[in-house]
């Protein structure tokens, strides 16, 4: 029989240091799994920050997604109004219940929390929305040790598709948190710090180093927030069409500008695939945008994008 304590609204959860996870895993014959992007934080003054950075209340429904061992989903239990965890790793899954125990406030979903990489699985989107619902939640947040993995299309897919959250923390690469965070003219600049800007207000909570996971990654890590701005969602919003969402549009438009990026802004959109743009018609385009098509996309701002969307998307 099992010595783990299952966790209580009462109770904090175990904290999570290198030894308790070594013991963990012998006891329930797990380990971690690269291909999964499993990296198990083990600094505990991180593993609380991770959680306060989601700034949480009872009014909040929090969507965790790589549950682990349980130990930042138990901290966020005791402050969110409901937590709804997926886990894809079948183990971790099991083991994660038993050491949850029976909370009203945590619901784990055992599977992918993605249907494709522009999609979120309707299922966990559907078991978040209605954990939140019994529970009178009235705000949505995601607050996340993420797997490598999926970090990018999981924020990207919430910011772009929905439901939005208030706010979302995750802790990603340090490269990802770079390039959500660029400015035009770096070489970190393309279509994921245009779209999470032009929806949102980005920040980079911390810096974290490999020593502070087990096991240990190969690069640094970072904890991202992303707090939806709906002053700049409202404007993504006005670029949609009959049938495409304004910030569907964007991101594709984005895709195919930036599978070009080499290119000079006149070329790559010529150059980009499906959309039948002549040279005349783009020429026309960016001589009324007032835009010189020797300029390269990542040379320009979040609002020329959008500009720039609206007469080419």
Not at 123 to 136: N, Q, S, Y
Not at 176 to 193: C, F, H
Not at 219 to 237: G, H, M, T, Y
């Amino acid at each position: 029989m099992s010595t783990e304590t299952p966790f209580s609204p009462e109770a904090p959860h175990p904290r999570q240091t290198l030894g308790y996870l070594i013991k963990l895993f012998q006891r329930h014959g797990l380990g971690a799994k690269s291909k999964l992007g499993q990296n198990f934080l083990i600094d505990l003054n991180l593993l609380d920050l991770v959680a306060r950075s989601g700034e949480l209340s009872p009014q909040d429904a929090v969507l965790e997604v790589g549950t682990g061992t349980g130990s930042l989903t138990g901290r966020m239990a005791l402050e969110a109004g409901c937590v709804t965890t997926a886990e894809i790793d079948p183990g971790f899954a099991r083991m994660a219940r038993e050491l949850l125990g029976a909370n009203p406030k945590v619901r784990l979903v055992e599977g992918d929390a993605l249907q494709n990489k522009n999609t979120m699985n309707p299922d966990l989107i559907e078991a978040w929305k209605e954990h939140a619902a019994r529970h009178g939640c009235t705000r949505l947040k995601l607050v996340a040790n993420l797997p490598y993995a999926v970090a990018v299309p999981v924020m990207t897919n919430l910011l772009i598709d929905g439901p939005v959250p208030d706010r979302m923390v995750g802790m990603v690469q340090w490269e990802i948190a770079e390039r959500m965070m660029a400015v035009p003219g770096t070489k970190q600049y393309a279509s994921l710090a245009v779209i999470c800007q032009a929806l949102g207000d980005v920040t980079i909570v911390r810096r974290i180093p490999p020593r502070s996971f087990f096991p240990p990654p190969k690069v640094d890590s970072a904890i991202v927030q992303v707090v939806s701005n709906p002053e700049k969602r409202a404007l993504v919003d006005k670029l949609a069409t009959p049938t495409v969402p304004g910030p569907r549009r964007l991101r594709d438009f984005l895709r195919d500008l930036y599978c070009h990026r080499r290119k000079n802004l006149r070329g790559g959109l010529v150059a980009m695939q499906g959309r039948d743009l002549t040279k005349k018609f783009v020429d026309e385009g960016l001589a009324r945008l007032g835009i010189p098509g020797e300029v390269r996309a990542e040379a320009l701002d979040v609002a020329t994008h959008l500009r720039l969307c609206e007469v080419f998307g």
